[in-house]
């Protein structure tokens, strides 16, 4: 009788790749990812697929493990941000897989970056657009993949697991710079955060249901960055952290920020109607030199930039005046002339 050969072992890394990214994109079972390697000319058989994606296991070839640069082992703010990101949307699973399965394009590409620059191995970058129904309106889907048993051992060298109620800030990024520190967050951020408005202001939300971690990232952020937070529990057991005061939300967006341009840009224009709320903080000296201005001729926008305000503040300014006793005769002084 003869050996039999077990029916996973004799086919290509590609076909095993593609089987895998057809899984981690749609979810299908084998007879789907069968039916679609076979409009490739991969013919697989189901119990191959099924060891693949059900069971971790692989190809023969797959025993032919690209190599990484000595420089990857190195803890640069590309990795700090994969880091980050893992500890967030990221996973890594069986099969060695590092992925990101994303809305934003800029955060997926960015994610790719990362990867690749740290690893020098191209990770796969798929889109997957989904059908919009009358109740749903649904947005594509853009999938980041690194298959790489050297690189998933690495990033594995730094936590024990990324999984969400398990994961805590690597030791080595506790002791780094401001800049490494500042990629972990920030990927974490692009992954877990959010601007929401708060009354005319905003605030910086980022939400996890591990209160440890979160905990250690409030802490980096006072400690080395003096950004003031604090923590809350909701009921469904998710831990938030706000940021929510004008000075830690000027540091957090110029020394950290997002990736992600919707929510930078919204944080930044929160930060403009910040301002605007807080005229009174301005001292009545430059107040009364703005309103000089615009007796002498100058518009809103000049008078801004000379006094490194905005703008709106001096339209601020000349209302409150209209209503002020302290300006009032002045005011109508200006009216008369």
């Known amino acids: 009788m003869k050996n039999k050969k077990s029916n996973y072992s004799c086919h290509s890394l590609e076909e095993y790749n593609f089987a895998l990214e057809l899984r981690e994109k749609y979810g299908w079972g084998e007879k789907r990812i069968r039916k679609e390697l076979l409009k490739h000319n991969f013919d697989v058989k189901h119990g191959a697929i099924s060891g693949w994606i059900y069971k971790g296991k692989k190809p023969f070839n797959s025993k032919i493990i690209t190599p990484i640069p000595e420089s990857s082992k190195k803890l640069t703010t590309e990795k700090a941000y994969v880091l980050g990101t893992l500890c967030g949307d990221g996973w890594i699973s069986t099969g060695y897989r590092i992925g990101l399965n994303v809305c934003d394009k800029e955060f997926a590409e960015y994610f790719y970056f990362c990867l690749k620059e740290t690893y020098n191995i191209p990770p796969s970058f798929t889109l997957r657009e989904k059908k919009s129904t009358v109740v749903k309106s649904c947005q594509p889907q853009y999938t980041v993949m690194l298959v790489s048993k050297l690189a998933a051992l690495d990033l594995f060298s730094y936590a024990k697991s990324f999984k969400t109620f398990e994961w805590e800030i690597p030791s080595q990024i506790k002791e780094a ?46 400690k080395n960055f003096g950004i003031k937070s604090y923590i809350c529990q909701m009921k469904s057991n998710v831990y938030l952290l706000y940021i929510s005061d004008y000075n830690s939300l000027n540091i957090f967006c110029n020394e950290i920020g997002f990736t992600i341009r919707r929510k930078q840009e919204k944080l930044e224009s929160g930060l403009i109607r910040y301002k605007r709320k807080g005229i009174r903080k301005y001292s009545p000296g430059l107040k009364e030199l703005a309103l000089d201005m615009l007796q002498n001729g100058y518009n809103y926008q000049e008078i801004g930039k000379i006094l490194n305000t905005s703008y709106a503040n001096v339209h601020d300014w000349e209302k409150a005046a209209k209503n002020s006793d302290y300006y009032k005769e002045k005011y109508q002084k200006w009216k008369n002339n």
């Not at 905003?202 to 249901?209: K, Q, T, V, Y």
């Open 177 to 222: 710079s401001k800049d490494i520190q500042a990629a972990f967050i920030r990927g974490f951020a692009d992954s877990e955060g959010c601007v929401k408005n708060r009354h005319r202001n905003r605030e910086i939300m980022l939400a996890s249901g591990n209160k440890i971690g979160l905990d250690q990232i409030r802490q980096i952020l006072f």
